[in-house]
């Protein structure tokens, strides 16, 4: 046997060459569930589990399948099949705690449920399964597809985050969240490029498959690769000295409140006595700045007078109150426009600061495609008369005793490279209502954290995350945490705000890093291709 390229098979075949000839020969319905359950199974390498391997080994499968598709006739159709089932079940496992959100008012939004756990993963699963076909074009059967396959599918994981606003979440970067040590990479080469090389790293694997002794180099390579990537996060770790702003003592307010009781006009003053009693709650050291979590007054707090006299007497001596709250203005044509905001109030409650949400989430904040999916009876989740109007983007705030803060609302967290304006802030705060997430428990809240250390890792930046229900932390610019609340607990974290580091090489050049990977993937690729068909036209068939 002789591989498509002129690489002569080995002689010893071992349970690798068959597991790898066994997923090649899969066809029909046994290709796309077999692709299916690995998908699965490879969401498992996000918290809150954090089994990597299972991502790894899910991208070698993926390439055995687009194998087995390349030697069939429509072979495109076939490998975007094979790359679509895996995405939908890597998007259904890892995303399967959106369906809570459609449970807060059960008789509006149930009946959506079975939809939203199918469409949302099959829209999502596009993306691997139109890269799983672009492959096919470019494949040959040797190491160099493993390139191949990379600038496609990192390409799409790309394209995901950016395409109609985006959703970059459980990027492959993510399945490292096991490992801190690893994700100190994320300080040069951002969630894009490190979920490219992870890619490649998984990808390799399929080579191990091969008859071929010379196969194992580039896994083993990229093995010795993501050593050196540990090694070095260890020493990041272990020799930078992150200091904490003196002076500087930060509140957390968690009241838990569950979001079905957010709004009821009988738990209102329950809900908001339960933030001002958190608040004036007694620490060794009195907080300095404290923040609420996202929309955390359960009424328009702008136009109560009586609230706004309790936030007066919240921020005396010097005190500052940073809260998520809904924002009402009446516009030109006599509407209304809901806003999704952070207010910022000084001394004696005065309003220095106003941020509105820029990165709105559909089908919670606004609802897409309004005419058609309305005309079904779909409604967008948060209630309001209205869609809510985006902000301008990120802003830098200045605040008194405190460095400039960037607020950032929910999953405005999650986008890399787009949370920073054009002042770069000292520290973010992360209001969030993680209760839309579900229970206790749930995958969504952790895999959110986790996303938010990711983002302070690769802007250098600490950040103070408040949220509803959980989980609340303080995380330092490596991504560690030094305080934190867990999911479903009532109560405050306090603790002092870690000093900003200087800006990181992923923070001055964003996503540069990431095309050039890219790129040097692709020329790989090419190269290599050039190299061995040049070669076989030299060498004698025997």
Not at 27 to 56: E, T
Not at 462 to 483: E, F, K, M, Q, V
């Amino acid at each position: 046997m002789q591989t498509e390229d002129g690489d002569r098979p080995g002689v010893a075949g071992g349970l690798l060459a068959r597991v790898a000839e066994f997923v090649r020969a899969q066809s029909g319905w046994r290709k796309f569930l077999l692709a299916y359950l690995v998908g699965l199974l490879s969401s498992a390498a996000f918290p809150p589990y954090g089994i990597f391997v299972l991502l790894l080994a899910g991208y070698a499968v993926v390439v055995l399948l687009i194998d087995g598709a390349h030697a069939r006739p429509r072979s495109m159709r076939g490998a975007f099949w094979a790359g679509f089932s895996f995405g939908f079940g890597q998007f259904m496992g890892g995303l399967y705690w959106i369906a809570y959100a459609f449970l807060v008012d059960p008789s509006q939004h149930a009946w959506e449920i079975p939809f939203v756990v199918t469409l949302l993963p099959a829209g999502l699963a596009l993306f691997p399964g139109l890269a799983a076909a672009a492959c096919i074009p470019f494949w040959r059967r040797h190491w160099s597809r493993i390139f191949v396959f990379t600038v496609f599918f990192s390409l799409a994981f790309y394209l995901r985050g950016h395409i109609l606003t985006g959703f970059p979440w459980n990027l492959p970067a993510y399945g490292w969240g096991a490992s801190l040590s690893i994700l100190q990479s994320l300080s040069v080469l951002g969630a894009y490029g490190l979920s490219l090389l992870t890619v490649l790293f998984g990808a390799s694997l399929a080579l191990l498959g091969e008859r071929s002794r010379r196969a194992v180099i580039v896994p083993l390579a990229l093995l010795g690769g993501f050593a050196l990537l540990w090694l070095s996060g260890r020493a990041r770790l272990a020799l930078t000295q992150v200091r904490d702003v003196p002076h500087v003592e930060l509140r957390l307010v968690q009241p838990d409140v569950p979001q079905n009781q957010k709004y009821l006009p009988q738990y209102q003053e329950r809900n908001w006595q339960r933030l001002i009693d958190l608040s004036h709650r007694p620490a060794p050291i009195a907080p300095t700045d404290i923040i609420w979590p996202e929309a955390a007054p359960p009424f328009l707090l702008l136009s109560s007078p009586a609230a706004l006299a309790q936030v007066a007497s919240l921020t005396t001596r010097g005190r500052v109150l940073l809260t998520g709250a809904v924002r009402v203005t009446a516009s030109v044509n006599k509407g209304y426009r809901f806003y999704n905001s952070v207010l910022i109030f000084a001394h004696a409650g005065q309003l220095i600061g106003v941020y509105d949400k820029a990165h709105l989430v559909p089908f919670g904040e606004y609802l897409p495609l309004r005419k058609i999916l309305s005309a079904i009876g779909l409604t967008k989740l948060v209630d309001a008369p209205s869609d809510f109007t985006p902000g301008p983007g990120p802003r830098t705030y200045h605040i008194p005793g405190a460095p400039p803060v960037g607020p950032l609302i929910c999953y405005e967290v999650i986008f890399p490279n787009a949370v920073v304006g054009a002042v770069r802030p000292a520290w973010f705060v992360n209001v969030t209502d993680d209760s839309w997430f579900g229970p206790p428990g749930s995958s969504g809240p952790v895999q959110h954290l986790l996303i938010a250390r990711a983002q302070a890792i690769e802007e250098g930046l600490p950040i103070a995350r408040a949220a509803n229900t959980g989980i609340s932390a303080i995380i330092d610019p490596l991504g560690r945490i030094s305080g934190r609340l867990g999911s479903g607990k009532l109560g405050v974290v306090d603790g002092r705000l870690p000093v900003a580091l200087q800006p990181t090489i992923y923070a001055r050049f964003g996503d540069t890093l990431f095309f050039v990977l890219l790129l040097g993937c692709a020329a790989q690729a090419t190269l290599m291709q050039v190299f061995l068909r040049n070669l076989n036209r030299k060498t004698p068939s025997r």
